[in-house]
């Protein structure tokens, strides 16, 4: 593939902590950030998706040990689990790093050599607390009622020789790019940040010495470094900044689906370090500070640019990430999608959390999501318009006369793909996938206005073909819009609609199709409707 002339775009998850079991809320930044990562590449970028894994610190060792296993023992299954998931929801990542990749660890090596011999990295005593869920250095300014700030648990006294990063020196500039630019979204997340920093940025400790899983210094190698350094570097390492001389780039992906082009392109080893500066870290925002702020702080020191911009989203909330019998509540993506689809679980995820917001989840809104607007809006439509065709015109219509209603009609087909478009420049996939349901519960209430059924009565043919004309082409555009967010629908109604999938919004959504021919086949069935009552119990079961 010629990759010279493309416009690149790169966008990052944060690195997961292989913990405990995934759960939903570790599957929205994934998903959110697979269709912007396939929108883009449908609209003509080369794009790099980097995902991964963030395996060191104290907690791993922790759970590792009370297991009577190694840490790498602990960690590898789960990353093996979480890859799966991926491939359940057709995440199309195009890089995976894990921080125990021998490649990261060496770059983290260099990253922190060159912070140490810029003088921004400098041995000093660390007195203070400690927030160990959050593995996180805390001073006395930053607890909330004596708390952490983060996950509001005790924190611990804490005192150790320890390396520290002059955070400090980087304050005033970090502010003033936080204030006089979109760099963090939204923007209130950014006004809070600029408070932090008015409030006193202190030096940060970066090396611990009571543990030792973790990167080693290079000259000093009781301590490693800790998480933060060694996790945030991943989104330059993956690229393969600071790493092997020519910049072997060591997590690509083989690209899984060539023909579609809905997952990865193959780069060539050097274009990957020109993917910095990202255009995108995503994540949720209880961990807004480290990216906003420490990780900008490091790539000042560094000289490199800094990412574009940052989205800071909301939190799925659920009884403390716990599946819950009591109401049935199932947290688990892999049952979710094994039962109704990676299709319904990734709608739900992407409509569900409102820009910045937060959002509960509940079995109850799950099932009725589905069965509103997948089995009714999307499902309907597509039933009725094929059968429609069908009846009327054994599978043949084409595009014919046209009344006012119909001339609005198409003009918001037409409108479609610029408003999507504005709503994935805001990072707001809730927002753009809303808008296509929107044209899709629409072209059910045109059919309801243009009532072809008297049409055909009336024998208005013309106008019956033209009406019908214009819901399959409400249908192919907006299937083709959908496909970065549902990565399996789409293609069963282009199947259904008979014409080729498109890989492209350019080719397929400026050139109108001027007739279709969809056969006589028995309608498809998309999603199948939901007993909610009965799923209830079934998933209040399935939650023990
Ligand atoms: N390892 C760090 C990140 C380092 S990035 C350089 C970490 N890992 S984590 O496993 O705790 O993942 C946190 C991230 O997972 C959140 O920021 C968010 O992207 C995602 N989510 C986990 N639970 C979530 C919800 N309940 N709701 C929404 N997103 C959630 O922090």
Request: aromatic share 12%.
């Amino acid at each position: 593939m010629n990759t010279k002339n493309k416009k690149k775009y790169y966008i990052t998850t944060p690195i997961y902590y292989p913990s405990g079991a995934w759960h939903i809320g570790h599957c929205y930044t994934t998903v959110a950030c697979d269709a912007i990562a396939r929108f883009k590449r449908m609209q003509g970028y080369e794009v790099f998706y980097l995902t991964g894994t963030d395996e060191h610190g104290q907690k791993i060792l922790k759970n590792a040990t009370e297991k009577g296993i190694t840490p790498i023992e602990f960690v590898n299954p789960l990353v093996e689990n979480i890859k799966e998931l991926w491939s359940v929801l057709d995440i199309s990542y195009d890089g995976f790093i894990r921080t125990t990749d021998e490649f990261h660890k060496k770059a983290v090596q260099n990253i922190f050599t060159r912070l140490y011999e810029k003088g921004d990295i400098y041995k000093s005593v660390y007195k203070g607390k400690y927030c160990a869920p959050c593995e996180t250095f805390l001073t006395e300014t930053q607890l909330k009622d004596g708390n952490c700030p983060d996950c509001n648990r005790e924190v611990n006294d804490a005192e150790e020789e320890a390396y520290f990063f002059r955070l400090s020196k980087y304050g005033e500039q970090i502010k003033k790019h936080l204030s006089e630019t979109d760099f963090l979204v939204p923007k209130a997340r950014a006004n809070e940040m600029i408070k932090f920093i008015e409030a006193g940025l202190e030096d940060l400790a970066v090396t611990r010495t009571s543990f030792d899983w973790g990167v080693k210094v290079p000259f000093d190698e009781k301590h490693v470094i800790y998480v933060w350094i060694d996790a945030l570097s991943n989104y330059i390492t993956a690229l393969g900044h600071f790493g092997k001389e020519n910049g072997e780039c060591s997590v690509m992906c083989e690209p899984r689906d060539k023909k579609t082009n809905n997952n990865t392109t193959l780069h060539s080893p050097l274009s990957t370090l020109q993917f910095w500066p990202a255009d995108l870290h995503m994540m949720a925002k209880e961990i807004t500070r480290f990216h906003a702020i420490i990780w900008p702080a490091i790539l000042l020191s560094l000289e490199l640019s800094l990412p574009k911009q940052i989205y800071s989203h909301g939190w799925i909330l659920f009884d403390g990430g716990k599946m819950s019998k009591s109401v049935g509540n199932v947290v688990d993506p892999f049952i979710l999608s094994e039962r109704y689809s990676a299709d319904a679980l990734r709608y739900f995820l992407l409509s569900e959390l409102s820009y910045g917001q937060d959002s509960n989840y509940s079995s109850e809104q799950f099932l009725t999501k589905v069965n509103s607007d997948l089995v009714n809006d999307l499902g309907n439509l597509t039933k009725r318009t094929l059968s429609m065709v069908k009846q009327y015109f054994k599978g043949k219509v084409k595009i014919g006369k046209e009344t006012e209603h119909c001339k609005d009609f198409i003009e918001k087909v037409n409108a479609l793909n610029g408003q999507v478009d504005e709503k994935i420049k805001d990072n707001d996939v809730a927002k753009a996938i809303s808008t296509i349901f929107s044209l899709i519960s629409h072209s059910n209430k045109y059919i309801d206005l243009t009532a072809p059924w008297a049409l055909n009565k009336e024998g208005k043919f013309d106008l019956l073909s033209s009406v019908l004309f214009n819901l399959l082409e409400a249908i192919r555009v907006s299937s083709t819009l959908l496909k970065p967010f549902l990565t399996k629908t789409p293609s069963r109604i282009f199947e259904a609609i008979k014409i080729k999938e498109p890989t492209d919004f350019k080719k397929a959504l400026h050139n109108p199709k001027g007739s279709y021919n969809v056969g006589t086949n028995e309608a498809v069935m998309l999603f199948p409707r939901l007993d909610i009552k009965k799923e209830l119990e079934e998933l209040a079961s399935l939650a023990e």
